[in-house]
């Protein structure tokens, strides 16, 4: 694991529910972990087994890009908050490509929202690498993890108010006769692809994390 430099610390004295402070900058970092549960997406701070490990599905049968999933995860907070700094995402994306010699691609954007109960307010949002695969013989993944940062301007959180981070991945074939499949990962406990239980193809190479983390910025107010 990569060591923090010496700015940030992995045990804030000035306040335990961050998981690292950066001192010069006056933020504390909370790391969430995004899961699905039976009912809903969820937002959280432990490393519990999520509902479903993997989002997969077939990619459309298009040249232009797609939308595969439009998930939303949220955190509602309980005391007031103000978000400022640069957000850190670590996650993976699959693409299983099966046509032989046929290319298939996938790419997510994370958006960064306010949710106050009625009304939604667009934030930020940044966008990953381009993911590609070519078909074989044999049905071929590629599932790199990425980090992808975002830069939030200072955004106030009153009490009650919901932070949405929305995932959005697209996919798109070389042309109309392109089979593949793509998706991401979601889980905290950072299991294996579980294709085999849902019936949906590997997107995830056996080994890579199927952890979806988001590392948050918020003023210490020293």
Request: net charge negative.
């Given at each position: 694991?990569?060591?923090?430099?010496?700015?940030?610390?992995?045990?804030?004295?000035?306040?335990?529910?961050?998981?690292?402070?950066?001192?010069?900058?006056?933020?504390?970092?909370?790391?969430?972990?995004?899961?699905?549960?039976?009912?809903?997406?969820?937002?959280?701070?432990?490393?519990?087994?999520?509902?479903?490990?993997?989002?997969?599905?077939?990619?459309?049968?298009?040249?232009?890009?797609?939308?595969?999933?439009?998930?939303?995860?949220?955190?509602?907070?309980?005391?007031?908050?103000?978000?400022?700094?640069?957000?850190?995402?670590?996650?993976?994306?699959?693409?299983?490509?099966?046509?032989?010699?046929?290319?298939?691609?996938?790419?997510?954007?994370?958006?960064?929202?306010?949710?106050?109960?009625?009304?939604?307010?667009?934030?930020?949002?940044?966008?990953?690498?381009?993911?590609?695969?070519?078909?074989?013989?044999?049905?071929?993944?590629?599932?790199?993890?990425?980090?992808?940062?975002i830069e939030v301007p200072q955004t106030n959180f009153k009490s009650g108010e919901?932070?949405?981070?929305?995932?959005?991945?697209?996919?798109?074939?070389?042309?109309?006769?392109?089979?593949?499949?793509?998706?991401?990962?979601?889980?905290?406990?950072?299991?294996?692809?579980?294709?085999?239980?849902?019936?949906?193809?590997?997107?995830?190479?056996?080994?890579?994390?199927?952890?979806f983390r988001v590392d948050v910025p918020f003023k210490l107010f020293l």
């Open positions: 694991m990569m060591a923090l430099p010496d700015r940030y610390i992995t045990a804030s004295p000035i306040n335990a529910t961050f998981n690292y402070t950066d001192i010069e900058e006056g933020i504390g970092y909370v790391s969430y972990y995004l899961a699905q549960g039976t009912d809903e997406n969820l937002v959280t701070r432990q490393n519990m087994a999520s509902n479903g490990v993997v989002s997969a599905a077939q990619s459309a049968d298009n040249p232009e890009w797609n939308t595969i999933f439009d998930d939303d995860y949220d955190v509602t907070f309980n005391t007031p908050k103000t978000m400022e700094g640069t957000i850190l995402c670590s996650f993976t994306q699959g693409v299983q490509a099966v046509t032989g010699g046929k290319t298939s691609y996938s790419r997510v954007t994370v958006y960064i929202r306010k949710w106050d109960g009625s009304s939604e307010t667009e934030i930020a949002n940044n966008v990953s690498d381009e993911v590609s695969e070519t078909g074989d013989t044999n049905p071929e993944i590629k599932s790199p993890t990425e980090l992808l940062e919901t932070l949405r981070i929305t995932v959005l991945q697209e996919g798109k074939n070389q042309d109309t006769t392109t089979d593949a499949a793509i998706g991401y990962g979601h889980d905290p406990a950072n299991r294996e692809d579980d294709y085999e239980e849902t019936g949906e193809r590997q997107v995830i190479n056996s080994g890579d994390t199927t952890v």
